[in-house]
C-alpha cells in the first residue's frame, strides 16, 4: 500500500488480505506486539494527515489504507475475530442468528435462565441469595469462556502445523473452529444476559 521509492500511499489491491495489509504471513498464531508495532509503523507513514496538501487521489488512496490497516488490526488483535475471519477466508461462516444451543452447553443456558427469572420474581433474603448464586454461576462460565480461549489457540496452533495439501485435516480444523466460535458466541450471550439480570437487581 506504500511506494517503496517515494513513500506515497498506493490503491489498495481488492485481494488483500488483513494479514498482507500488515506485513504478516497468514498464520493464525500471531505475535499481538508485533501485530501492534506494525499497524503503528504502517499508520504513521501512511496517515492521511501527511498527505493534507496532495492530490485528490493520493489522499483518497491514504484514506482507504489508513482504514484497511485500522480494520485489519482489530479484526487480528482479537482471537475470536481472527477466527471468524479465518472461517470467511476459507470460504465458510457460523450459521447466522443461530438459535441452536450447543448440546454441550444446553444444561447450564436452561439452568442459567431459570435463575435468573427466579432472580426477577425474588425479594429480600430470597434474592440477595439468588444473586451469589447467579454471581458463583457467572464466574463458571467465565471459566469455561477462559478454557475455550485455550482450545482456540490449540486450534490456531495446528492450522498452521497442518500441510495446505491435508484437506481431510482442514476440514476437520473448519468443523473444530466453528464449534469453538459457536460457544463462545452462546457463551458471551448467556454472560450478557446475566449481566443484565444483575444490573436489573441492584438498580431496583
Known amino acids: 500500500m506504500i511506494c517503496d521509492q517515494c513513500g506515497s500511499p498506493l490503491p489498495v489491491p481488492a485481494d488483500l488480505d488483513c494479514f498482507s495489509a500488515l506485513g504478516f504471513p497468514r498464520k493464525l498464531t500471531i505475535d499481538t506486539s508485533a501485530l501492534e508495532t506494525s499497524y503503528h509503523d504502517l499508520g504513521r507513514k501512511i496517515h492521511p494527515d501527511h498527505f493534507a496538501s496532495s492530490a485528490p487521489n493520493v489522499r483518497a488512496m491514504s484514506l482507504s489504507g489508513t482504514a484497511l490497516l485500522t480494520r485489519s488490526y482489530r479484526t487480528l488483535r482479537d482471537p475470536i475475530a481472527r477466527g471468524l475471519y479465518w472461517l470467511e477466508l476459507n470460504g465458510e461462516k457460523l450459521a447466522e442468528n443461530n438459535k441452536n444451543v450447543p448440546p454441550e452447553l444446553a444444561e447450564t443456558v436452561f439452568e442459567v435462565q431459570e435463575q435468573l427469572a427466579d432472580l426477577r420474581d425474588a425479594s429480600g433474603d430470597a434474592a440477595i441469595e439468588l444473586q451469589r448464586e447467579v454471581e458463583k454461576r457467572r464466574a463458571a462460565i467465565s471459566s469455561t469462556m477462559d478454557d475455550l480461549g485455550g482450545d482456540l489457540d ?9 500441510p495446505d495439501n491435508d484437506t481431510n485435516a482442514k476440514k476437520a480444523l473448519v468443523s473444530e473452529l466453528k464449534t469453538i466460535l459457536s460457544k463462545i458466541a452462546y457463551l458471551r450471550t448467556l454472560l450478557r444476559d446475566i449481566d443484565r439480570g444483575l444490573e436489573t437487581l441492584r438498580a431496583a
Open 154 to 162: 490449540r486450534n490456531f496452533s495446528r492450522w498452521d502445523a497442518s
